[in-house]
């Protein structure tokens, strides 16, 4: 079971994405492609040339070369050469790719060439995926930009080679990149708003790494007000404007999670969940589970064997 006093660190380690990278893009003169709307992830980086990423509901932003991108839960969005250039449907081209490349206008050294991949998450995970923000561009010129692209290339690289252990390096490569994404993001900003924001307040973050580093301790609200130097009610009305959900059901949420992990893999008996998680019998347990998830720990685990 995932244990860490770095909630970033435990969350990411929970998502175990399924990753796929696209055919790479390669087009010349002007040009627009649409995308449907995706969850969970998609990233995708400017490996020559330059283009515009338009999102729904967000301002457009111009892209150069080395430049990386992260979308949580994108909706419908537009990479083009120019805002008046009009998009053409992303899914027929994709269908058509040739030798792992999509190709739009004839072949030229100016051609801009893109390259996206995207995870995907369990829907359970959800409440995980929110500790991203729906964009975060990276210009190349950030001091980050450089390992970000080198990242996303190697990640490009990895998947679908077949080599020994490039399941692992796949995925130690996504954690990598999400983690540098959220450093970078959180530069940017200053100070990002709800749980990512949260970890970064002196009081309340100090709570949250306490939980995530002791998640079987019976912790009381006193204690973490404790933790964090704030009066009991002042902490509580803190945490649940910036977490979005009261303390002690915060950690409920998170215990719960570590748990659908374990059974999902089979890594631990249902009573020995019980105990690491901090319940002290499986009726209280199942109790809480099935409140939180919808079915007993027994259902959930066999669903997930079948």
Not at 157 to 186: C, K, P, T, Y
């Amino acid at each position: 079971m995932v244990r860490s006093g770095d909630p970033i660190a435990a969350a990411i380690g929970l998502l175990r994405p399924d990753i796929a990278v696209d055919a790479s893009l390669r087009a010349a003169g002007e040009w627009a492609v649409r995308f449907e709307p995706f969850p969970h992830v998609k990233v995708g980086g400017v490996m020559r040339g330059e283009c515009l990423l338009i999102v729904e509901g967000h301002e457009s932003v111009q892209m150069g070369q080395g430049d990386v991108f992260l979308l949580c839960n994108p909706p419908p969005h537009v990479l083009a050469s120019t805002p008046t250039a009009v998009p053409r449907a992303a899914k027929p081209l994709w269908d058509g790719a040739t030798n792992g490349v999509v190709r739009i206008g004839p072949e030229s050294e100016e051609d801009t060439v893109l390259c996206t991949g995207y995870f995907a998450f369990d829907t359970e995970s959800q409440n995980l995926i929110d500790v991203l923000p729906p964009l975060v561009h990276v210009s190349a010129t950030d001091p980050r930009g450089r390992l970000l692209t080198h990242v996303t290339e190697l990640l490009a690289d990895e998947v679908g080679n077949g080599a020994v252990g490039s399941a692992m390096v796949q995925d130690h490569l996504v954690q990598i990149l999400f983690v540098h994404m959220l450093r970078a993001h959180a530069e940017q900003v200053g100070r990002p708003t709800g749980w990512l924001g949260a970890l970064g307040d002196d009081g309340i973050g100090r709570a949250l790494r306490a939980m995530h580093a002791d998640v079987a301790r019976r912790w009381t609200l006193d204690e973490l007000a404790a933790i964090s130097l704030m009066s009991r009610s002042a902490f509580a009305a803190a945490f649940k404007r910036q977490v979005g959900t009261a303390p002690l059901e915060y950690l409920i949420e998170w215990r719960m999670s570590l748990a659908r992990d374990a059974l999902r893999r089979g890594t631990a008996s249902i009573s020995e969940i019980t105990s690491a998680i901090g319940y002290r019998s499986e009726s209280a347990f199942s109790t809480a589970f099935r409140r939180v998830v919808g079915s007993s720990p027994k259902q959930f685990r066999d669903a997930a064997r079948r």
